[in-house]
């Protein structure tokens, strides 16, 4: 076999980006190829390719038509790594590097890696090798059938040999981080005319790997009927992809009717309000975050996150229950104050020793 091995190796195989901040990133690597023999090389294709996939179907008839999701392309770049080099025959070990740049307009798009049942969001660095001849790829084929163990070896395994041999992959986890001052707390206020009046204190963006999401509640009542009885809470992930299976492109843009949106129930729970040990003024609470997706905002896929609030009231027919949302971010929490990879000039963004000092605990009125 003239091929022993053919393999890309990143110098990082994970990607931290700021929202909001205009950077660019340069991926660099090599491409390494090990020879028995001498053979003729025409090219080698170094590709970065971003790719959202959503489930649409899980009915075996729709995977085997292809009909089964909906994919978009976020990014490919490409580039060619003997382009300006003489045409000859290579031997031996032979090491190639490379750098893929990519600039704000390509950054600013791009989502976060994801895994979930119905969506992914897959990142893949790949380098492909093109021989130079017919009779190089006919001898390629030629050893790969010497190995052969029968005839239903070749016709199952043949093709896949080859593309193993001619075609290499490493996937990049990318984050997509948040800015530390979204981290802050957000207060609401609102009230129900001659009833009740409230204040909701909550972050604006929630760690994706956090195990609890945190909030503060106050209620002062204007009439006794409009004492809390108890408060049901949902943390809902809202859903958007296409009804239809094809490809989706970035640059056009779905009509409503051709999108679905499905409410995830992340978690719920109920509280009762015990009117001699709980202070309606100060209700802290917590529920589980069980497995949520970080925000996503493209062409064939949206996720967004609310908290649901369902006051109630002892008596419904005098007071009937109230109901708030208030939506809240996802992300993930930075490594650094300035990514290690991202190059970009975040100083006058960044908070003062003060602003921070003064980010606690929203205070009750």
Known sequence: MAILSFDIIPD???????????????????????????IDLRQITVTFQGKIKSIL?????DKVAGHAASTEIVIRKSLSLLENENR?????????????????ENLCRLPPSLCTPDHQIEYQLSARLTLGSIAERVKLSYYLVQEAKGVKWIIRELQQRQLRLLHANRTIKMDKCIDHDRFGWVHYRGSRMNHISYEISLTGCVPKDQTQFEFFCSFYSH?????VKRIEIILNQLERY????????????LESSLMRTRIRKISQAEHAIDR????????????????????IQTTSLQITHILRLTVHFPDARKAKPMSLSFPFEVGTVPFSSVSAHAQADLSEHLPTYDQIAADQPPVVF
């Open 276 to 295: 001699t040990a709980d202070s309606l003024d100060h209700l802290r609470f917590a529920v589980a975050m069980n497995n949520m997706a970080p925000d």
């Open 12 to 38: 990082t195989d994970s990607i931290e980006l700021l929202h909001h901040y205009d950077q660019f990133y340069d991926l660099k690597g090599r491409v390494e190829l090990s020879l028995a023999r001498p």
């Open 242 to 253: 296409p009804i239809q299976p094809g490809e989706v492109y970035s640059d056009r843009p």
């Open 57 to 61: 179907s899980k009915d075996f008839t």
């Open 88 to 104: 000859r025959p290579w031997s031996g070990v032979s090491c190639w590097s490379f750098e893929i740049n990519l600039d704000n």
């Open 223 to 227: 009439r006794s009927e409009a004492y």
